[in-house]
């Protein structure tokens, strides 16, 4: 039975942009009462995911979501009205990265060269102090294609050359991240501090970033909403999962009754 549930933001959850429709409030409101845990599994910031709960009414007032995944790579907990670093885990990732970081840098600048030399259409997105917060580096394209065919090839490139560091994408945005950072990764640790078997914790995302968190390496229930991109799709159908026939906070709604309180009144008889 389902006792975590951990979704992605933005395309999953989200109408637009910064909204978590009441209807979907009142499905995720009947899982917590049952016991369900409930995080985000996201690559914004702190700031930005808390500025989110606290405009939908969620937080302290609702006492959940009961973490946040930030930066795909850092978790939070909330104790009270606040979301409390989990500190053993977030120094872990963060020193791994100050290590790794001149590496990072020095590849992302000189994938930047190399490809502004070919014409393509291409920008830093986060670099520096900020990369050192976020536990990423990472680049901007002018379109989601031209990032899937870039980080295709940045990730066969990392790969080969044996260096301790990893690519995905998300939307037009190809990062780099150290090995202990991703989604997947994160959510395991979180899965773990609370005592959970992966098998108990169903993740839903819909881009690429959220892939390694659906591709079964880790063991969860997976799942995605309609308006997924086919690639991620193909990840859910392919470990068993489900693919909502709705999109966004639709989706979520259909993926939460059967999967969890569908399971719940099978196991309980209610």
Do not use: C
Not at 19 to 39: D, F, H, M, Q, Y
Not at 46 to 61: K, P, V, Y
Not at 197 to 212: M, Q
């Amino acid at each position: 039975m389902i006792k975590l549930l951990a979704f992605d933001l933005d395309g999953t959850i989200l109408e637009n942009g910064l909204v978590i429709p009441e209807e979907t409030k009142e499905v995720l409101n009947k899982i917590v009462n049952l016991g369900v845990k409930i995080s985000t599994a996201s690559g914004r910031k702190i700031e930005d995911q808390i500025n989110i709960i606290n405009s939908n009414g969620l937080g302290d007032g609702m006492g959940y979501p009961h973490s946040l995944i930030v930066n795909e790579s850092q978790i939070y907990l909330l104790d009270g009205d606040q979301y409390i670093p989990l500190d053993s885990w977030n120094r872990r990732v963060s020193e791994e990265w100050k290590e790794l970081y001149p590496l990072a840098e020095r590849i992302i600048l000189e994938e930047m060269g190399r490809l502004k030399s070919m014409g393509v259409g291409v920008s830093i997105h986060i670099i520096g102090e900020v990369s050192l917060i976020r536990n990423m580096v990472a680049m901007r394209f002018s379109s989601i294609e031209e990032a899937k065919n870039y980080e295709k090839q940045l990730r066969e490139k990392l790969k080969s050359s044996g260096v301790p560091l990893w690519s995905n994408y998300n939307f037009s945005l190809v990062q780099i991240l150290p090995p202990s950072a991703g989604k997947g990764n994160t959510v395991l640790t979180l899965s773990r501090h609370l005592g959970l078997l992966p098998e108990e914790v169903l993740v839903i995302g819909d881009s690429g970033n959220d892939k390694d968190m659906l591709d079964g390496r880790f063991g969860f229930r997976v799942a995605t909403v309609s308006n997924a991109e086919p690639e991620i799709k193909e990840t859910v159908e392919r470990n068993g999962g489900y693919v909502a026939e709705n999109p966004v906070s639709r989706g979520i709604i259909e993926i939460v009754n059967k999967l969890i309180l569908g399971e719940i009144r099978y196991e309980t008889g209610i």
